[in-house]
C-alpha cells in the first residue's frame, strides 16, 4: 500500500494552519457563552461604578451576559491574579485601573509583571482625583488644610482606597512635596474610604471622581482640589492642586480592560472595536459625564503604549518617594 512521505516542514505548516483556521473559527463565534469580568476592589467605588456601566453597554451589544465578579484583596492584586490565572479564551477579563499597571512598581514581592502577564484590550477612559476632607476639618482651603497638617503633626491622616493605586501614590506625592507628615491608612476600596472620612476616622482622602462625587454634592465631604492640569467644569470653584502650591501636579486615573497573557488577537480587535463603540453611546456618555469622567478610544497597541508610558513616568515618582508595599 502507498503512504504518503510529508516532510517535517509540511507537518508543522498543516499544524500552524490547523491553528490559526481554530483560532479564526473561534473568534468568529466569540462570544457564544456569558463572560465573567473581575473588578478587583469592592462595589460602590469608582472602578465598580464605571465597569458596570461599559459591562451593561458591552453585554448588549456583543449579545451575551457580562458577569461582574468583585474579587477585593492586597490592593487589586488578588483579582489580577485571578485573571492571570485563567485559559486566555476572552472570558475572563478584568477591569481595573491604573493602579493595574503601578502596583508591581511598589510592590516588595512582584506578584505579576503588568506588560507581560496581560494582554491589553483597550483603554476606557480616565478622570482627576479630588482632594476631600471631614467637614468637620477646620480648613476651606488645600492651603489652610497643609497649614494646619503642619501644624499638628500625626493628628492628620488620610485614608487610601488601596495601597499601590493611584490614590495612595497622591497621596504620598501630596507628603512629600508639602512636607506633611500624615500616616496613610490603606482600606480594600473607595467605598470604605470614604465611608471613614465621612465618619471621621481619617481626616482626608484623594480619591477618583467617580467615586466621591456623589459625597461632595451631598455635602458630606469637602472638596478642596483635583489632580487634572485644568479646573473640572462639575467643580469650577475647586481650584487644582498645581494652583495650589504644587506647580505642574497632574495625576489621572485612567481605566482599562485587560486579559490574560496571548489572549487570541482577533478576540482582542473584537473586543476592542466594542469597547470603541459602548464608550461613544450617547447614554452612557451621559453617565459619564455625570461622573466628570472622560471616554477614550484607543486601539490595543496605543493602550499598551500608554501603559509603558506611564510605568516609566510613575515608576521615577515611586522611586524617589521610595514607597515599597510588603503584604
Same mark, same amino acid.
Given at each position: 500500500?502507498?503512504?504518503?512521505? *510529508?516532510?517535517?516542514?509540511?507537518?508543522?505548516?498543516?499544524?500552524?494552519?490547523?491553528?490559526?483556521?481554530?483560532?479564526?473559527?473561534?473568534?468568529?463565534?466569540?462570544?457564544?457563552?456569558?463572560?465573567?469580568?473581575?473588578?478587583?476592589?469592592?462595589?460602590?467605588?469608582?472602578?465598580?461604578?464605571?465597569?458596570?456601566?461599559?459591562?451593561?453597554?458591552?453585554?448588549?451589544?456583543?449579545?451575551?451576559?457580562?458577569?461582574?465578579? %468583585?474579587?477585593?484583596?492586597?490592593? &487589586?492584586?488578588?483579582?489580577?491574579? %485571578? $485573571?492571570?490565572?485563567?485559559?486566555? =479564551?476572552?472570558?475572563?477579563?478584568?477591569?481595573?485601573?491604573?493602579?493595574?499597571?503601578?502596583?508591581?512598581?511598589? #510592590?516588595?514581592?512582584?506578584?505579576?509583571?503588568?506588560?507581560?502577564?496581560?494582554?491589553?484590550?483597550?483603554?476606557?477612559?480616565?478622570?482627576?482625583? !479630588?482632594?476631600?476632607?471631614? %467637614? =468637620?476639618?477646620?480648613?476651606?482651603?488645600?492651603?489652610?488644610?497643609?497649614?494646619?497638617?503642619?501644624?499638628?503633626?500625626?493628628?492628620?491622616?488620610?485614608?487610601?482606597?488601596?495601597?499601590?493605586?493611584?490614590?495612595?501614590?497622591?497621596?504620598?506625592?501630596?507628603?512629600?512635596?508639602?512636607?506633611?507628615?500624615?500616616?496613610?491608612?490603606?482600606?480594600?476600596?473607595?467605598?470604605?474610604?470614604?465611608?471613614?472620612?465621612?465618619? &471621621?476616622? $481619617?481626616?482626608?482622602?484623594?480619591?477618583?471622581?467617580?467615586?466621591?462625587?456623589?459625597?461632595?454634592?451631598? &455635602?458630606? #465631604?469637602?472638596?478642596?482640589?483635583?489632580?487634572?492640569?485644568? *479646573?473640572?467644569?462639575? #467643580?469650577? =470653584?475647586?481650584?487644582?492642586?498645581?494652583?495650589?502650591?504644587?506647580?505642574?501636579?497632574?495625576?489621572?486615573?485612567?481605566?482599562?480592560?485587560?486579559?490574560?497573557?496571548?489572549?487570541?488577537?482577533?478576540?482582542?480587535?473584537?473586543? %476592542?472595536?466594542?469597547? &470603541?463603540?459602548?464608550?461613544?453611546?450617547?447614554?452612557?456618555?451621559?453617565?459619564?459625564?455625570?461622573?466628570?469622567?472622560?471616554?477614550?478610544?484607543?486601539?490595543?497597541?496605543?493602550?499598551?503604549?500608554?501603559?509603558?508610558?506611564?510605568?516609566?513616568? !510613575?515608576?521615577?515618582?515611586?522611586?524617589?518617594?521610595?514607597?515599597?508595599? =510588603?503584604?
Amino acid at each position: 500500500m502507498f503512504k504518503p512521505i *510529508r516532510s517535517p516542514l509540511l507537518t508543522l505548516a498543516l499544524a500552524a494552519y490547523a491553528l490559526l483556521a481554530g483560532n479564526a473559527a473561534s473568534a468568529q463565534e466569540y462570544p457564544h457563552k456569558p463572560i465573567r469580568m473581575v473588578i478587583p476592589y469592592t462595589p460602590g467605588g469608582s472602578i465598580d461604578n464605571v465597569g458596570r456601566m461599559v459591562a451593561d453597554q458591552l453585554q448588549r451589544q456583543l449579545g451575551q451576559p457580562i458577569v461582574i465578579e %468583585n474579587t477585593p484583596g492586597a490592593s &487589586g492584586v488578588l483579582g489580577a491574579l %485571578n $485573571v492571570k490565572r485563567a485559559k486566555a =479564551d476572552g472570558y475572563t477579563l478584568l477591569f481595573n485601573a491604573s493602579s493595574q499597571a503601578y502596583l508591581p512598581l511598589v #510592590l516588595a514581592k512582584k506578584s505579576y509583571d503588568a506588560e507581560r502577564d496581560f494582554t491589553p484590550v483597550g483603554q476606557i477612559g480616565f478622570v482627576p482625583l !479630588i482632594v476631600a476632607i471631614n %467637614n =468637620d476639618v477646620a480648613a476651606k482651603t488645600f492651603n489652610e488644610f497643609v497649614k494646619l497638617a503642619k501644624a499638628n503633626p500625626g493628628k492628620y491622616t488620610w485614608a487610601t482606597s488601596g495601597l499601590g493605586t493611584t490614590s495612595h501614590l497622591s497621596e504620598e506625592m501630596v507628603n512629600r512635596a508639602m512636607g506633611l507628615q500624615m500616616e496613610i491608612v490603606a482600606y480594600k476600596g473607595a467605598v470604605p474610604q470614604l465611608t471613614d472620612v465621612v465618619g &471621621g476616622h $481619617v481626616s482626608a482622602a484623594i480619591s477618583p471622581m467617580p467615586g466621591v462625587t456623589s459625597f461632595v454634592q451631598a &455635602g458630606r #465631604l469637602r472638596p478642596l482640589a483635583v489632580t487634572s492640569k485644568t *479646573r473640572i467644569p462639575a #467643580l469650577p =470653584d475647586v481650584p487644582t492642586l498645581a494652583e495650589s502650591g504644587m506647580p505642574g501636579f497632574e495625576l489621572l486615573s485612567w481605566y482599562g480592560i485587560w486579559g490574560p497573557a496571548d489572549l487570541p488577537p482577533a478576540i482582542v480587535e473584537r473586543l %476592542n472595536a466594542e469597547i &470603541g463603540k459602548a464608550v461613544q453611546v450617547p447614554a452612557l456618555k451621559a453617565k459619564f459625564a455625570e461622573l466628570s469622567f472622560v471616554p477614550t478610544q484607543s486601539t490595543p497597541a496605543e493602550f499598551r503604549q500608554l501603559i509603558a508610558d506611564d510605568l516609566k513616568k !510613575i515608576g521615577k515618582a515611586v522611586k524617589e518617594a521610595g514607597i515599597r508595599i =510588603d503584604f
